[in-house]
C-alpha cells in the first residue's frame, strides 16, 4: 500500500468559478485544530525533514506544486502536489520532506493538534528508532 493517501475533495463550481470546502471529520478525517500555509519559499529550499509522533495533517498544494517525501523508515515515495481538489493525508510518524516549489507555491496545511515543538522529531536516525520501537517494543 502506497504511503499516499489521497482525498478527492468534491469541486463546487459553476460558471463563476471553482470553489472547495473543507470541514472536520467529514472531508477532512479529523477534528481540525490548526490551519497554516507555506508560501514564497525560495528556488532549490527544501521543508520538513521531520515526522510527528501524533500529528496528522492534510496538505493541499492550493496554488503552484511541490513535491512531497514520505518515509515510514522502511519505504520512501515521492509525488507531487500540485492540485486544490487534492488533499494528502499525512498519519502520525511518517518523515517527510518538501523539494522541488513552484515560485508561486501556496502550500496548505490542516493540522489535527495545536503547534507542540515536543511532538517533533527532527532527527532521522531518533525516527527510525521510534518506529523500531513500535514495531518491537520489547526489543526497546
Ligand atoms: C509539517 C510540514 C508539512 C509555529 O510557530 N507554529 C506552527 O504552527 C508551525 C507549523 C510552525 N511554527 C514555527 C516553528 C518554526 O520556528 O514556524 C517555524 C517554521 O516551522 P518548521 O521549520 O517546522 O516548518 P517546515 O516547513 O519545515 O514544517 C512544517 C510544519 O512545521 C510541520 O508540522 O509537517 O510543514
Not at 2 to 27: C, K, M, Y
Not at 83 to 88: A, F, I, R
Request: glycine share 8%.
Amino acid at each position: 500500500m502506497s504511503l499516499f493517501q489521497w482525498i478527492d475533495f468534491p469541486l463546487l463550481g459553476d460558471e463563476r468559478g471553482s470553489l472547495v470546502a473543507l470541514e472536520s471529520n467529514q472531508t477532512v478525517p479529523f477534528d481540525v485544530r490548526r490551519v497554516y500555509y507555506i508560501f514564497g519559499t525560495q528556488t532549490g529550499v527544501a521543508r520538513g525533514f521531520h515526522a510527528h509522533k501524533a500529528l496528522k495533517q492534510v496538505a493541499v498544494c492550493v496554488i503552484g506544486k511541490c513535491r512531497m517525501v514520505l518515509d515510514n523508515g522502511r519505504v520512501r515515495e515521492s509525488a507531487w502536489l500540485d492540485s486544490p481538489t487534492k488533499g494528502l493525508y499525512i498519519t502520525e510518524m511518517l518523515w517527510r520532506e518538501m523539494h522541488d516549489f513552484s515560485p508561486d507555491c501556496v502550500l496548505l496545511l490542516l493540522a489535527s493538534e495545536h503547534y507542540n515543538e515536543a511532538d517533533y522529531i527532527r532527527d532521522y536516525n531518533t525516527f527510525l528508532n521510534g518506529i523500531n520501537y513500535e514495531l518491537y517494543p520489547s526489543v526497546g
